[in-house]
C-alpha cells in the first residue's frame, strides 16, 4: 500500500510530468503576453491624459472586452469537447498575436475608437477558447492526487505572469501603446509555438460516442447548454461552487472598480502616469495574496473540507471590505488588496478542483466555458452597478458596506447548501 503524498510532497511530483510542465508553458508565457495586451488597452482607454475615466466609462470599458466571452463561451464549450485541445491552444494564440500587430500599427496610425475596440473584441473574444482549454487540458497532464496542487499552481502562477508581463508592458508604454501591442503580439506567438511542443491528441477529449458532430453541435448550442446545465443539475457540489464565486466575483468586481476610480480621480487626479504606477503597487499586493493562497490553500484543504475553507475565505474577504478598504487611504487599499487576492484566489482553487473532479470529461470543455461566462458576466454585473452606484472619485461608505454584506450573504448561502458535502 502507498502512502499518499502530502502537500509538500505534490510539487517536486507534478513538475517532473513533462506534459504538465509543457502545458504549464504554454499557460505562462500566454498569460504573460495578456498582461502586457491589458496593460495597453488600459493605457489607451482609462490612463489616456486625455480620457477622465467614469464609473460609466469603466462599465463600457469592460462590457465591450468581456460580453464577447459570454457569447463565445457555448460554442467554445462544443469545440473543446470535440476539436484536439493542443490544436485549439496553438492556433487560437497564434491568431491572437497576428490580430495584436495589426492592432499595434492601427493604433500607431491614430486608429478611430470604434476601430480600436472592433479589433479588441476579436482578440478578447479568441481568449475564451484559451482560458477554458487550459482548465479543461490540465486533468491530462496530471493525476487526481496532484490536481489541487496543480490548481493552485497553474492559475496562481499564470497570474503572476500576467501581472509581470503588466509591469514590463507599463515600463514599454513610456514609449508608446503600439510598442506594448508588438511586444504581446510577440509573447501570444510563443505561446502558440509552446503548444505544439505537446502531442497532438494528450490533452484530449475524450471519446464520447453519443456526442453529435460538431456542426450539428453548432446548431444545437442552446441544446448543448442546457445539457451541461443538467449535467450539473447531477452533480450539485460543482454547481454550487460555481455559484459561490460567480457571486463573489461580482463584488470583487466592484470593488476593483472602485479601486480604479480611487487611484485615477481621488488619490490622482490629473496625473494619469502616477495613478498607474500606484495603482500597481496594490495589484502588486492583490498578486502577492494569490502566491500566498497557492502555498497555503493545498495544505489547508488536506485537513479540512474544500466547502469549509471557501467560506472561511469568503469570510475573510467580508473583513477586507469592512475596514481597510473603507478607509480610503492607500495603505488600507493594500491591506484589502492583498487579502482580496488572497480569498479569491484560494476560493478559485477549490472551485477548480471541485468542478475537475465533479464533471465527466465529455463535459468538461461545455462546463469551463460556463463557468467561465457566468466569470465575466459577474465582473460586468459589478462595473454595471458600479456605474450607477459609485461617484466619480470611487468614495461611497454605502458601497463598501454592500460589498462586505454580499460577502457575507455568499460564505452563509454557500455553507447551508453544502453542508452534506464534505470533499
Request: with cysteine.
Amino acid at each position: 500500500m502507498t502512502t499518499p503524498r502530502t502537500s509538500l510532497g505534490h510539487l517536486p511530483h507534478l513538475l517532473r510530468g513533462q506534459w504538465f510542465r509543457r502545458l504549464f508553458a504554454v499557460r505562462v508565457s500566454s498569460q504573460f503576453a495578456d498582461g502586457i495586451f491589458q496593460v495597453a488597452l488600459a493605457s489607451y482607454v482609462l490612463f489616456s491624459p486625455e480620457r477622465q475615466p467614469t464609473p460609466g466609462r469603466i462599465a463600457v470599458t469592460l462590457a465591450v472586452m468581456l460580453l464577447p466571452f459570454s457569447i463565445l463561451g457555448p460554442f467554445a464549450g462544443v469545440f473543446l469537447d470535440r476539436w484536439p485541445r493542443r490544436q485549439v491552444l496553438a492556433l487560437v494564440n497564434l491568431g491572437r498575436s497576428v490580430i495584436v500587430a495589426g492592432l499595434a500599427v492601427l493604433v500607431a496610425n491614430d486608429v478611430p475608437e470604434l476601430v480600436f475596440y472592433v479589433v479588441v473584441v476579436g482578440c478578447l473574444s479568441l481568449n475564451r477558447f484559451i482560458l477554458a482549454g487550459l482548465s479543461a487540458s490540465l486533468p491530462h497532464t496530471v493525476t487526481n492526487d496532484d490536481l489541487v496542487t496543480a490548481n493552485a499552481l497553474t492559475p496562481t502562477l499564470g497570474a503572476i505572469a500576467a501581472l509581470t508581463g503588466a509591469l514590463l508592458g507599463t515600463v514599454i508604454s513610456r514609449s508608446s501603446d503600439a510598442a506594448v501591442l508588438f511586444a504581446a503580439a510577440a509573447g501570444f506567438a510563443g505561446a502558440g509555438l509552446l503548444a505544439l511542443r505537446i502531442p497532438r491528441l494528450l490533452l484530449g477529449p475524450d471519446f464520447d460516442a453519443d456526442r453529435p458532430a460538431a456542426r450539428e453541435a453548432v446548431r444545437h448550442v442552446f441544446a448543448g447548454l442546457v445539457a451541461g446545465v443538467r449535467h450539473l443539475q447531477e452533480r450539485r457540489t460543482p454547481a454550487y461552487a460555481l455559484l459561490a464565486i460567480a457571486s463573489s466575483r461580482f463584488w470583487l468586481g466592484l470593488a476593483t472598480v472602485s479601486g480604479f476610480l480611487l487611484y485615477r480621480n481621488h488619490f490622482y487626479p490629473g496625473d494619469a502616469d502616477k495613478a498607474l504606477a500606484a495603482l500597481s503597487v496594490m495589484l502588486g499586493l492583490s498578486a502577492l495574496g494569490f502566491v500566498m493562497a497557492a502555498v497555503v490553500t493545498p495544505p489547508v484543504v488536506e485537513r479540512i473540507a474544500h466547502r469549509t475553507w471557501i467560506v472561511a475565505l469568503l469570510a475573510v474577504a467580508c473583513v477586507a471590505q469592512v475596514f481597510p478598504f473603507s478607509t480610503y487611504a492607500q495603505p488600507g487599499l493594500w491591506v484589502s488588496g492583498f487579502f482580496l487576492g488572497f480569498a479569491a484566489q484560494g476560493v478559485k482553487i477549490c472551485v477548480d478542483t471541485l468542478v475537475q473532479l465533479g464533471v465527466d470529461d465529455a463535459y468538461r470543455g461545455r462546463v469551463f466555458s460556463l463557468y467561465d461566462v457566468l466569470f465575466n458576466l459577474a465582473f460586468v454585473g459589478a462595473a454595471a452597478f458600479a456605474a450607477a452606484a459609485v461617484p466619480d472619485d470611487g468614495r461611497s461608505y454605502v458601497v463598501v458596506g454592500v460589498m462586505a454584506l454580499g460577502y457575507a450573504v455568499t460564505a452563509a448561502f454557500y455553507a447551508r447548501v453544502t453542508r452534506e458535502v464534505h470533499v
